[in-house]
């Protein structure tokens, strides 16, 4: 059950994918307040992002053959409790929404240790031609392993989304 924010609960982020983990957070993440530091939040839910992006084929061969691939257009970090040294975490991801140029995607870091989701890093990534590095649509293929991912990660509780980013159209 999400909480009265819309918050997913820690069992319902952690119901999704798990892409990243679990991993036990070394001293050398601590930050001068005790807890992790910021960085590593963003680099473990850019790695789960990652990851759902490879398995949807976007993968170094991808870009090497197809000349395109996606760059991050906006991102979104929120944090909902404290990491410390020691505890055990996991990432999870889902994609949101996408159009035929743009995918919507997000990632839950989950505390396994306090059974706490931790933080959501919210991203939109544009599908660009690596040449003219102007955004481009999808290819069929590429539109359906994002929808197939789309529906691997379909849930029964909304994305906590920021609200000033995700899909836009234009009117």
């Not at 997913?8 to 807890?35: F, K, T």
């Not at 990851?51 to 929120?78: L, S």
């Not at 870091?109 to 059974?115: A, P, Q, S």
Request: charged share 25%; aromatic share 8%; hydrophobic share 40%.
């Amino acid at each position: 059950m999400t909480s009265p924010a819309g918050i997913p609960s820690y069992v319902q982020a952690a119901a999704l994918p798990r892409e990243c983990g679990p991993v036990a957070i070394p001293s050398d993440y601590e930050d001068e307040n005790g807890h992790m530091n910021i960085r590593h939040y963003f680099d473990l839910e850019a790695q789960a992002i990652a990851v759902v992006f490879d398995r949807m084929g976007i993968t170094d061969d991808y870009r090497a053959t197809r000349g395109q691939g996606f760059f991050t257009a906006e991102h979104h970090i929120r944090y909902y409790a404290e990491v410390h040294v020691g505890d055990r975490v996991s990432v999870h991801a889902r994609i949101v929404e996408r159009s035929g140029k743009v995918v919507h995607a997000m990632a839950f870091l989950v505390d396994d240790t306090t059974k706490r989701l931790a933080s959501t890093l919210e991203v939109t990534a544009t599908h660009v031609d690596l040449t003219s590095r102007r955004v481009v649509p999808f290819a069929d293929d590429v539109a359906d392993a994002v929808d197939r991912e789309l529906a691997r990660t379909d849930v029964d509780w909304p994305a906590p989304a920021c609200g000033a980013m995700g899909i836009r159209t234009r009117a």
